[in-house]
């Protein structure tokens, strides 16, 4: 079954400064993957998706996601982090085969300002 | 967001009491899920549906029960819920193919 592994608990951050998001998966066929975000006593909010295509994904609120095959990682960035940035990240993959979504265990993103 | 709602938002019960737990979608998705959820903590999968009078366990051993007698309507249900069953529990839904989940923003419950 497919998995995915997100090596981080914690991410701390100053306001401005670049981001990153680490997520690698396992999967038996071609990975789909996504990242979603999560704000305190809410559900996940979907920030972005790789499907196939160009490996560098856009998504939502100026976050991007690298794809890299050879590594099996699917990094969440953003260029310049905000204090608003502060959340639960959840990476998750899907493969080929099943239908059913795997999440990572979350990072949770401290941007301080 | 997806449209897809879940009721009630916090709910506080006593042991040994049974409840169910709302979910419902308006986009006519075939696929619906259940994931428990301790505060900060990773997401885990313990029902799923394909479709009308389909359901599947996840990955967590649940004591829970689940049913889809309609295709908008995945409710679940604790028939004797223990301290142990404290979570929030999310709800979501995806339409055909690999397509997106779209969460409700789950019930929190607590069992005293």
């Known amino acids: 079954a497919q998995s995915v592994a997100q090596p981080e608990d914690q991410v701390n951050v100053a306001e401005g400064n670049p981001l990153t998001v680490k997520c690698t998966y396992s999967?038996?066929?071609?990975?789909?993957l996504f990242w979603y975000v999560q704000y305190p006593n809410r559900g996940l909010q979907f920030l972005l998706k790789?499907?196939?295509?160009?490996?560098l994904v856009k998504g939502s609120y100026g976050f991007e996601a690298e794809f890299n095959k050879s590594q099996t990682s699917f990094h969440l960035k953003k260029p310049s982090a905000l204090v608003s940035d502060s959340a639960l990240y959840f990476c998750?993959?899907?493969?080929?085969?099943?239908?059913?979504?795997?999440f990572g265990a979350g990072t949770r993103l401290t941007v301080k300002p | 967001e997806a449209d897809i709602y879940q009721t009630p938002r916090y709910l506080v019960i006593g042991t040994g009491k049974k409840i169910t737990l709302e979910c419902s979608q308006t986009m006519g998705h075939d696929k619906m899920y259940w994931y428990q959820q301790d505060p900060g903590m990773e997401l885990h999968l313990i029902h799923y549906s394909y479709g009308v009078n389909s359901t599947e366990k996840g990955d967590l051993s649940s004591e829970s029960t689940v049913s889809r007698i309609r295709t908008e309507h995945f409710p679940l249900t604790l028939e004797s819920a223990r301290p142990s069953h404290t979570s929030q529990y999310l709800c979501?839904?995806?339409?055909?193919?690999?397509?997106?989940?779209?969460f409700g923003s789950g019930t929190q419950l607590s069992v005293l």
């Open positions: 979501a839904s995806s339409p055909p193919g690999r397509g997106v989940l779209g």
């Open positions: 999967v038996s066929g071609n990975p789909y």
């Open positions: 998750a993959v899907r493969d080929y085969n099943n239908n059913d979504m795997r």
């Open positions: 790789y499907i196939t295509g160009d490996n």
